[in-house]
């Protein structure tokens, strides 16, 4: 890795923090485990110089110390220090039964249920995931899913390009919580509604033709694709470098699919000089 980069790792007990700090172990980072903030700009200074990609974790278990996270970032961005604050979350569902299949109290919990502690952590870092450079959303994901995400996203230490998630999903099932932008192409005539097409998905051609091919929905992906176009620039000053686009429709099967695969096809084939790379990953296929 050529260019040193700073990587916090945080989020919601029980998303998944080890499964991605032990991914990034693999990847080649150097991960400290749950350090107190306050050793942030410290850590820093003498490890970038040995270390180029450094990945620390902060979680609730370090007490009052992670109250000093916020002050660790603004002496971070006061000295120039590049970084990124990388969010895990989960629902509430996801994080409760996790907790009971393991038999583990959430750390905040005290005397209370796990929801309590849920709710607790939640509150304490809805400002620091508002600043997160990424988040990545566990609910649905296994071990080895989320260790193929955190590859997908940091394996090449700091990115050199924009890379785009073009995430398709069904609402039925709740939005995404980690996405950026959300577009929805419920307005499609829905090839559920066809019996020959019903039991396919928009990885089909059958289906994939008959949703590409619907009134208006060529000019609508064009105009779509020019709009993310006009936003990279923008992300590139902000140095964002990862941006999830969750394309919905009703069960996530067959027209967000379709158009997801669409929406990163033209991402990458039209943007080559604007150095970013999409690919299309399908959340609720195969769900029904």
């Known amino acids: 890795m050529a260019t040193q980069e700073l990587l916090i790792l945080t989020g919601m007990s029980g998303a998944g923090r080890s499964t991605v700090a032990h991914?990034?172990?693999?990847?080649?980072?150097?991960?400290?485990?749950?350090?107190?903030?306050?050793?942030?700009?410290?850590l820093t200074e003498q490890s970038l110089d040995t270390h180029a990609a450094l990945a620390v974790v902060v979680d609730v278990r370090g007490g009052k110390f992670f109250d000093e996270l916020n002050n660790a970032l603004s002496?971070?961005?006061?000295?120039?220090?590049?970084?990124?604050?990388?969010?895990?979350?989960?629902?509430?569902?996801?994080?409760?039964?996790?907790?009971?299949?393991?038999?583990?109290?959430?750390p905040l919990q005290a005397k209370d249920r796990i929801v309590d502690g849920i709710a607790r952590e939640r509150a304490k870092l809805e400002e620091i995931r508002a600043q997160a450079d990424v988040v990545i959303d566990s609910s649905n994901l296994n071990v080895h899913q989320l260790e193929?995400?955190?590859?997908?996203?940091?394996?090449?230490?700091?990115?050199?390009?924009?890379?785009?998630?073009?995430?398709?999903?069904?609402?039925?099932?709740?939005?995404?919580?980690?996405?950026?932008?959300?577009?929805?192409?419920?307005?499609?005539?829905?090839?559920?509604?066809?019996?020959?097409?019903?039991?396919?998905?928009?990885?089909?051609?059958?289906?994939?033709?008959?949703?590409?091919?619907?009134?208006?929905?060529?000019?609508?992906?064009?105009?779509?694709v020019g709009v993310v176009q006009k936003m990279i620039p923008g992300y590139f000053r902000e140095g964002?470098?990862?941006?999830?686009?969750?394309?919905?429709?009703?069960?996530?099967?067959?027209?967000?699919?379709a158009i997801a695969e669409e929406i990163a096809r033209q991402l990458t084939t039209s943007s080559k000089d604007l150095e970013i790379t999409a690919h299309a990953t399908h959340r609720d296929v195969g769900r029904e």
């Open 75 to 106: 002496q971070l961005k006061s000295s120039s220090t590049p970084y990124r604050l990388l969010f895990l979350d989960a629902t509430d569902q996801a994080l409760v039964q996790r907790f009971e299949s393991t038999r583990r109290p959430h």
């Open 148 to 224: 193929k995400r955190t590859s997908e996203i940091f394996a090449a230490g700091m990115l050199p390009s924009l890379r785009v998630n073009v995430l398709s999903f069904g609402y039925k099932y709740g939005i995404p919580v980690d996405s950026d932008l959300v577009l929805d192409c419920r307005f499609i005539p829905n090839p559920h509604w066809i019996p020959e097409l019903r039991p396919l998905n928009g990885l089909d051609k059958p289906v994939s033709d008959k949703v590409l091919g619907s009134d208006g929905v060529e000019d609508f992906v064009k105009s779509y």
């Open 23 to 42: 991914a990034l172990e693999d990847l080649g980072w150097y991960v400290v485990d749950n350090l107190p903030p306050a050793l942030l700009p410290q």
């Open 240 to 257: 964002k470098k990862y941006v999830t686009i969750a394309i919905g429709c009703t069960g996530g099967k067959h027209r967000s699919v």
